[in-house]
């Protein structure tokens, strides 16, 4: 099995910053593309940043400047650092890992969610 576990996630006041990470565990080959995603009530699951094995990033339009994402390797870990939150950014917000493996079906594997909720 693979499983992805996130972890950071809380109620902040806007302006506020928070960091989220997430740990890849399970029956890993290797893990590829990682990214972060939110869905707020209503409204469709979205990309806000992504990052690949080589530390290539790509960010939304609404979070450029403010979010960061990293990765450490070593540690199947992700981070999304989270700077000048707004009250726009609360969300669910999952993690995503392309894994690798030869042992479950490889592809694109999510995490439970954590929830962010930025106040006025």
């Known amino acids: 099995q693979v499983q992805l576990v996130e972890s950071g996630g809380g109620l902040v006041q806007a302006g506020g910053s928070l960091r989220l990470s997430c740990i890849v565990s399970g029956a890993i080959l290797r893990i590829n593309a990682m990214g972060w995603y939110r869905q707020a009530p209503g409204r469709q699951r979205e990309l806000v940043a992504a990052?690949?094995?080589?530390?290539?990033?790509n960010y939304a339009d609404s979070v450029k400047g403010r979010f960061t994402i990293s990765r450490d390797n070593a540690k199947n870990t992700v981070y999304l650092q989270m700077n000048s939150l707004k009250p726009e950014d609360t969300a669910v917000y999952y993690c995503n890992a392309e894994i690798l493996s030869t042992i479950v079906p490889s592809g694109d594997y999510w995490g439970q969610g954590t929830q962010v909720t930025v106040s006025s």
């Open positions: 990052i690949t094995s080589s530390g290539s990033t």
